[in-house]
């Protein structure tokens, strides 16, 4: 059984600081983990991918994920946000043979 | 490569009607799958096919039908819709075999979203 906590529902930041969006992970084997994002009324759109070939992530737009066996953590950064990153962010454990299992979400405002 | 399509974009049905939701990958992945989306949760998996004549249940399968007669096809029935069932609904699909993102990588439509009245 595999699971996904997404600690925050709401993170509100200012343009131009950073962005930390968390999520700790339930695996009983060694997992593949990834985050999406969902501009509103939009699709999924992948933002990175970590399957243990280095611990710390790099994605698009400059967000970047840093594994964490110990803590089973996989936390979301970003340095510096922009307008355009105001959107939803899901965290997701997959199972294998096209079984996901999603976060409930975290919603990111990003203030002026 | 058109990836995963879906069809329509937008379905008003009444309680107890049916209808089917379709899905296509021109990608020649072995797994799709089927989530709803519904407000202020992650997406949840419906029905899920490893290949050609293979389906199983995901979490949420109660109310709905799957069949996968092709690679590349993977409609979804409700076969007596309930305004429960109002959600937007995504397929995805992967592959068993390294591509450019890996295995386990899900490739998403771009959603259907369904009201019932």
């Known amino acids: 059984a595999q699971s996904v906590t997404q600690l925050d529902s709401h993170v509100s930041v200012s343009e131009g600081t950073p962005v930390l969006l968390r999520c700790n992970y339930s695996?009983?084997?060694?997992?593949?983990l990834f985050w999406y994002v969902q501009h509103p009324n939009k699709g999924l759109q992948l933002l990175l991918k970590?399957?243990?070939?280095?611990?710390l992530v790099k994605g698009i737009n400059g967000f970047e994920a840093e594994f964490k066996k110990s803590e089973t953590s996989f936390h979301l950064t970003k340095p510096s946000a922009h307008m355009s990153d105001a959107a939803e962010y899901f965290c997701?454990?997959?199972?294998?043979?096209?079984?996901?299992?999603f976060g409930d979400g975290t919603t990111l405002t990003v203030k002026p | 490569n058109a990836g995963v399509t879906q069809t329509p974009k937008f379905q008003v049905l009444k309680t107890g009607q049916s209808m089917t939701l379709q899905c296509a990958q021109d990608?020649?992945?072995?797994?799709m799958s089927w989530y709803r989306q519904d407000p202020g949760m992650g997406l949840r998996l419906i029905h899920y096919?490893?290949?050609?004549?293979?389906?199983d249940q995901g979490e949420v399968p109660n109310g709905y039908n799957v069949s996968r007669s092709t690679t590349e096809d993977f409609p979804l029935r409700l076969l007596s819709a309930a305004p429960s069932q109002t959600s937007v609904y995504f397929c995805?699909?992967?592959?068993?075999?390294?591509?450019?993102?890996?295995?386990?990588?899900?490739?998403f439509g771009p959603g259907t979203r369904l009201t019932v009245l």
């Open positions: 995805a699909s992967s592959s068993l075999r390294p591509t450019g993102l890996g295995t386990d990588t899900q490739y």
């Open positions: 695996s009983s084997y060694s997992p593949s």
């Open positions: 970590y399957t243990s070939a280095a611990t």
């Open positions: 997701v454990v997959s199972g294998g043979a096209g079984k996901s299992t």
């Open positions: 990608m020649n992945h072995e797994y």
């Open positions: 096919s490893v290949g050609a004549g293979i389906t």
